[in-house]
C-alpha cells in the first residue's frame, strides 16, 4: 500500500490518538503560547472598566458542565473584574444544570474579594421559562426571584432597596451556552436600554457577529480564547488578581489555549494532507482511465 | 368538551396575544401589571411542564424495562440517577458526612453534581474533539468551488483563532497599505473580516427572514388562523 493509499484509508482510531496526546501534551508540559487580544473582547473589557465604582451589573451564566472548560474561565475573570471595581452583582441562570457551577465560582470569588451576599453580590439561581423570567426581571427582580439560591428573601437585602428592575442596572452580561443572548437582547438589553456584552461558546460565537456589528452587543467572547483573552486582559491590568494556588482567580483558559492550538494545527494539517492525497487519488484514476 | 378543545384555547391565545402587544403601545402601570401577572403565569406553567418531561422521561424508562426493550438496563442506571439527585437535592435531614444544607456547598448533592454530573457531561462534550477530528480528515474534500470555499474558511478560522495562528502572522513579513502595515499573512484581520462581513451578513438575512415568519405565525395564532399547537391538523 503507497502513501496516498494509506492517508485516505487511515484508521481513525490513529486520529484519536493523535488527538490524545497532542490534547495531553501542553496540558502536562505548557508551551506558554502568547495569546494576543481581540477588538471583541477588549470592548467587554473596556465596557465594563468604564462602569463607575459601585454601579450594578446583570451576569446571566447560561451554560452547563459541558461548555465549563470554555465559559467557566470566564465567570470567574467577570466576577474577579466586578469585585475589583467594586461592582454589585446579580447573578442567575436560565440553565437547569448551571446553578451548582455558578456556585463554585461566586462562592470562590467572593471569599478572595471578602463580598457578602446580599449587599455586594446575589447569587439568584435558576428559573424555567427563559423570556419569561428575563421579561419579568424587566418589571421586578424581587418580583421574579423572591428568594434567592439560598433561599434568603431578596426583597430585604441591601442590594435590592436601590434596585428594582433591569432599568436600575448599569450592564448586562450573557455567558451563554445556548440561544439565550437573543432573549437578553430583546426582552431586556434593547428595550430597557442597558448596554450589554455576550460571552459564548466557540460553536455559536459566529451567531452572534450579527448583533455586534448591530451595535446591540457592545463585545463577543468566543469559547475557549475569548475567555484566554478577557483572563490576560485582566490579569495585564489588575496585577493582584491572584493567577494559581488554591482559588484560581484568572489564567485557566490560558492554560487550555495551548492544547486548543495543538489540535486546531494538527486537524488544518491533517485536512490540507488528506485533500493533496484525495487529488493525487483522483488523478491516478483518471489518468488510469484514460489509459484502458 | 369540544368548546374546551377548540374555541377555548383560541379565546385565550386571542386575548392574551392582543394584550400584550397593545401594552407595548399603552406604556402604562395597569399593563406593566398585566404583563407582569402573564408572566408569573407562563413561569408557573414552564415549571409544569418541566415536571411533565420529568414523568414523562421516567415512563419511558419504565416501559422499556418492563418490555425489556435492548439496552433496558441503562434505564435502571436512569432511574437511580434520578432518584439519588432528587433525594439528595430534597431530602429534609442531614445526610451524614454531607454539609447540613441540601444546596449549601459540601452537602451530598453538590458533592454528586462535582463529582458525577460535570465530569461526565465535559467527558460526552469532549468526546466530540476526537470525532470532529476524524469526520474533517475523512469528509472534508474541496469537491467543488462551494466546498473549497467552505474549506478555505474552516482552515483560516481553526488557525486564526488560536494562539499558533498570532505566531504565524507575525513571521510573515509586513507591507504597507494606505499608511498601515499589515503581515502578508495576517490571521486575525482574515478572520475578523470573515466574522465581521460575510457571516454577520449571512446571519442578518437568515435572522430577518426568520424573525419576519415568527411575526407571521404569531398573527396567525393571534386569530386562530394557525391552530397545529392545539394538536389537531388544522
Known sequence: MDFVTLILNLDRKIIFAFVAVLV????????????????????IFAAIEALPNGSDIIIAADYDPSSKPELQPFT????????????????????????????????????QYNKTSGTDYCFLGYKPGNAAV?????????????????????????????????????????????ATVEVWIAFASAPEKVPMSAACTAVSAAGYYAYYTAGQLDGISGGMKGSAEYDVLLMNNYPTVKVGGATRIAGNAVKGMDAQSA?????????ILANICYFIANKRQRDERRGA | MIFLKRQFPIIIAFVAGIMLWIRYYIPSETSNSIEEGYLNWVRIIVGFAAILGI???????????????????????????????????????????????????????????????????????????????????RAFRARSMEATLLLLAALIMMVGRVPIGDLISNATPTFQLFGNDYHVIDLEEWTSWLLNVPNAAAKRGILLGVYLSQIAIAIRIIFGIERTYMGGGD
Open chain 1, 24 to 43: 495531553a501534551w501542553p496540558l502536562i508540559w505548557p508551551l506558554a503560547l502568547p495569546i494576543e487580544t481581540t477588538p471583541e473582547v477588549r470592548s
Open chain 1, 76 to 111: 470567574y475573570s467577570l466576577l474577579a473584574h466586578c469585585f475589583e471595581k467594586d461592582l454589585k452583582v446579580h447573578l442567575l441562570t436560565l440553565w437547569p444544570g448551571g446553578p451548582a457551577l455558578i456556585q463554585q465560582a461566586i462562592e470562590d470569588v467572593a471569599a
Open chain 2, 55 to 137: 414523568l414523562s422521561l421516567l415512563q419511558h424508562h419504565l416501559i422499556k424495562i418492563r418490555l425489556k426493550r435492548p439496552g433496558f438496563a441503562f434505564s435502571y442506571v436512569t432511574i437511580a440517577a434520578f432518584i439519588l439527585m432528587m433525594l439528595a437535592g430534597l431530602a429534609p435531614f442531614a445526610i451524614p458526612g454531607f454539609a447540613e444544607k441540601n444546596m449549601e456547598s459540601g452537602s451530598l448533592f453538590n458533592w454528586l453534581y462535582e463529582f458525577t454530573f460535570i465530569p461526565m457531561q465535559a467527558t460526552m462534550f469532549s468526546v466530540l474533539a476526537f470525532f470532529i477530528a476524524s469526520a474533517a480528515f
Open chain 1, 134 to 178: 428575563v421579561g419579568g426581571l424587566t418589571n421586578s427582580i424581587t418580583g421574579t426571584y423572591p428568594t434567592d439560591f439560598y433561599n434568603k428573601q431578596t426583597a430585604t437585602m441591601p442590594l435590592y432597596q436601590r434596585v428594582q428592575s433591569v432599568k436600575d442596572v448599569k450592564y448586562i452580561v450573557d455567558i451563554a451556552a445556548g
Open chain 1, 263 to 271: 489540535v486546531h494545527l494538527f486537524i488544518v494539517l491533517s485536512i
